[in-house]
């Protein structure tokens, strides 16, 4: 079986994990790996178990590591782990609807949504608020943007802080409620129950009593979808630009074990 298959891979690998987020450390932002990328992971595994950990559903991730997504690494933590895979087995899922009741999650939609419809930005597109299975996705500028509006976006916020003044806003009204708020990416905010961010994940594999866990990711800044797992005690987190650095920091990390 695969099961057999990936245990007995697993005897001969090292008591490492490598751990990244997706979007801007193994891909440049919402766009699909490259194929060198790819080749250095299939490479690396031969020596080591790796996974990912990122805020998107599967799908998203499939688009842009490609359908084979769940074969190429041992652990496949979509939506911060609340669909989480292990040897390309689901092992896990959870709700943010188990964890909200149907009232607190209909105002907190309401809310957003008059609060995007008063913003003043210069393009609004659509899918403001998209609802998934571990998390609220909320996107002033709307996720039916193009890649050169996203871009536009990005930059936008960078200089008028709309994503951070809506967090403060939101975080004063729901945060009491156990709701819990990461900019994550270039356009979105990250909405999920206080303790769901990606250190969710690390649950899954504590089993396998690694040495040593290494965390790669971009947004590793307080406020960021990184800034926990990257700060836990449970990784050695590595702040990364682009997927060039998470693998020249890979290759750091190798030559140092030899």
């Avoid at 250095?40 to 990912?52: A, D, T």
């Avoid at 949504?113 to 003043?120: C, G, N, Q, S, T």
Wanted: glycine residues 8%.
């Amino acid at each position: 079986t695969v099961q057999s298959i990936a245990n007995t891979m697993s005897d001969q690998k090292s008591d490492l994990l490598f751990l990244f987020d997706v979007d801007g450390t193994l891909t440049e932002s919402r766009l699909k790996i490259e194929p060198w990328m790819k080749e250095f992971l299939i490479n690396l595994r031969k020596s080591h178990r790796i996974g990912f950990v990122g805020g998107s559903n599967l799908e998203k991730q499939k688009e842009q590591i490609g359908d084979e997504v769940l074969s190429l690494f041992d652990y496949c933590f979509a939506e911060n782990g609340l669909v989480a895979y292990k040897h390309g087995e689901l092992i896990h899922t959870n709700s943010i609807k188990q964890a909200f009741s149907m009232d607190d999650l209909k105002n907190f939609i309401n809310f957003s949504l008059r609060y995007i419809a008063d913003l003043d930005i210069p393009v609004k597109t659509g899918t403001f608020i998209e609802f998934r299975t571990g998390l609220i996705n909320v996107c002033p500028v709307g996720r039916n943007c193009s890649q050169q509006e996203r871009l536009d976006f990005f930059e936008y916020d960078k200089k008028f802080n709309i994503r951070t003044k809506m967090v403060e806003i939101l975080k004063e009204k729901f945060g009491p409620l156990g709701f819990y708020f990461s900019i994550g990416g270039q356009i979105s905010i990250d909405v999920f129950p206080t303790g769901w961010d990606k250190t969710y994940c690390l649950q899954f594999v504590k089993e396998e009593n690694f040495r040593e866990i290494h965390f790669f990711g971009d947004k590793t800044h307080p406020g960021g979808n990184d800034y926990e797992i990257f700060e836990d005690s449970r990784t050695i987190g590595h702040a990364v630009k682009s997927p060039k650095d998470t693998k020249a920091i890979i290759e750091g990390i190798i030559r140092s074990m030899k």
